[in-house]
C-alpha cells in the first residue's frame, strides 16, 4: 500500500508540473467550460489519462476561501463530470495536504462517483490554492495488492527452497571431511598416531586436513624422538651399572 501512494503522489506530482495556475484561476463557475482555458487544460489531462490504463479519474480542484474543495477540471467524459465550481463533500486531510505537498490517502476512501485510491500534488505556482488530484479505483488497487502478494510468496518460496538445496548440499560437502576430523581427533586422542586422513578436495576443507595430518605426523616423530632418546638413556644406565 505504501508503493501505491508513493506512485500515486509521485505521479500528481509529474503531472502537477505541466499545469500552470494562471491558467485556471478564471475557471470558477459552470459556465466557464466555454473559455478556451478550460477546454485546453481539459483535453491536456484526458490525454494523460487516457495514457495511463489504471488511472480512472484525473482532476483538479481548487480550496474557496471558506475552507470549501470545489472542482475546477474533472477529466470524467460521462454524465457525472464534476463542473466548475462543484463543491466536492468528501475531501479527506490527505487531501487537503495535498494542497501544499504531495500526498495520498491511506485507504481507500468512497464517494459519489465509487471507491478508489487517490493521490495528490499541489498544482505550479498555485500557492496553495489548486492541485492535482489522481484516482485509481478499489479493484485496481486490490488487483495490484494481489500481484504484489503473490510475488511475494513466490519469492519466499523460491528463498526457502534454495536455502534448503543450499543446507543440503553444505551438509553433503562437508559432512564426510568432518566425519574423517572427528575420527582422526579420536585416534590421536587413543595414541594412535599412525593413522592418517586419505582423502583430497580441492576447497578450503583441503588445507585444514593436511594440516591435521601434519600434526599427526609431527607428533609421531616426537613421540618416536621421545621413545629413542628414552631407550638411549636406559642404555647408558645399564652401561654404567655394569
Known sequence: MNQLRIRLASSAALISQE???DTLRDIRQPGDVEKFSYQETLEQLRAMRRSVDDIAFLYIMRKAPSGEVVFVIDTDESEEQALPGQ????????????????????????????????GYSPVMNGDGEFLVGIDMRADEVRSKLDEIQA???WGIGIALLLSWGIATWMSRHFKRPIDALLGQI???????????IEMRRDDEMDSLLNAINDMTSDLKRARDDNLRLAESLDDTFAEKDV
Request: glycine content about 6%; cysteine-free.
Open 186 to 196: 579420536q585416534a590421536v586422542s587413543a595414541g594412535n598416531l599412525d593413522q592418517r
Open 151 to 153: 510475488a511475494a510468496l
Open 87 to 118: 463543491v466536492y463533500q468528501a475531501a479527506t486531510p490527505q487531501l487537503r495536504e495535498g494542497f501544499l505537498r504531495r500526498s495520498a490517502d491511506e485507504e481507500i476512501t468512497r464517494d459519489r462517483w465509487g471507491a478508489f485510491f487517490s
Open 19 to 21: 499545469i500552470d495556475a
